[in-house]
């Protein structure tokens, strides 16, 4: 029997589901891990969504979730952001879950003709950025503005290929501006702490869960946890070739099912 854990911090697109299908087997899967007793957290870099969104979708697709299950790097940046200043005026690029979690919390989510008053520049995945909001966002961090990125995710799967993720606009604020930013998703500690907190559980009692190594399987590795990739999303098997030590998963299933059936066995 492989060893047991008494929380799993899964990954959404790319493990959980791509698009609007889920990825074989893993409702199932969930299932399975929720008649163990074991604890999930869904933990996604996509700041895009709320938690109550997530959780819709997911109930859509057949997977039992309550919003306390489903943490944000959008939520995650905009408590850190609270934590750190206290009420602040941020200038967004992002999509509209961010804003919807500094309404939330207190922040002033700022419109790109009053950059010069931000205090903080957030930038995560935004599909309407344009020329003009990367000026805003390099004149603001220009004028003091602390930077902020939600993740630097370079691409997120789709069921017809890959897109430019948020780590495509993070870079071009990062080369414009020559400075870099405070990075809240995966694989920072940041957002890893907070969901350890919430499951109220330690690094050695999780599994770390994704598709992708560079994000998922450092963000375990950043805080001692075990680590597990499935080949649904981003990483393939011929990418496990020369692969550093710090990015080596503890294990490697083709999906999520066939990973709860490996340690389940």
């Given at each position: 029997m492989r060893k047991r854990y008494k929380a799993f911090i899964l990954d959404l697109d790319?493990?959980?589901?791509?698009?609007?299908?889920?990825?074989?087997?893993?409702?199932?899967?969930?299932?399975?891990?929720?008649?163990?007793?074991?604890?999930?957290?869904y933990l996604t870099n996509n700041s895009g969504h709320t938690s109550e969104e997530y959780c819709v979708k997911l109930r859509r697709l057949g997977i039992e979730c309550v919003e306390d299950n489903v943490l944000t790097s959008g939520e995650v940046a905009a408590t850190y952001i609270?934590?750190?200043?206290?009420?602040?005026?941020?200038?967004?690029?992002?999509?509209?879950?961010?804003?919807?979690?500094?309404?939330?919390?207190?922040?002033?989510p700022l419109p790109i003709e009053k950059w010069d008053e931000a205090e903080y520049v957030v930038v995560g995945l935004d599909r309407e950025v344009d020329y003009w909001k990367l000026r805003a966002g390099l004149r603001a961090i220009l004028n003091g503005a602390k930077f902020v990125a939600t993740n630097t995710d370079k691409t997120y799967p789709t069921p017809d290929g890959l897109d430019p993720g948020a780590g495509a606009i993070v870079a071009a604020l990062r080369e414009s501006s020559g400075i870099e930013p405070i990075v809240i998703g995966k694989p920072s500690k940041i957002i890893m702490e907070s969901a350890l907190?919430?499951?109220?559980?330690?690094?050695?009692?999780?599994?770390?869960?994704?598709?992708?190594?560079e994000t998922d399987i450092l963000a375990g590795k950043n805080i001692g946890a075990d680590t597990a990739l499935v080949l649904t999303g981003v990483s393939r098997r011929e990418d496990l070739i020369d692969l550093p030590p710090n990015l080596k998963p503890t294990y490697v299933a083709e999906n999520l099912l066939k990973l709860v059936e490996i340690i389940y066995a």
């Open positions: 790319g493990c959980i589901y791509v698009g609007d299908r889920l990825t074989p087997g893993s409702d199932k899967a969930v299932e399975r891990l929720r008649k163990t007793g074991v604890k999930i957290m609270m934590e750190s200043s206290g009420r602040s005026k941020i200038l967004p690029i992002t999509g509209r879950g961010f804003k919807e979690y500094c309404k939330r919390i207190g922040h002033v907190r919430r499951l109220k559980v330690s690094p050695d009692e999780v599994l770390v869960v994704g598709d992708r190594f």
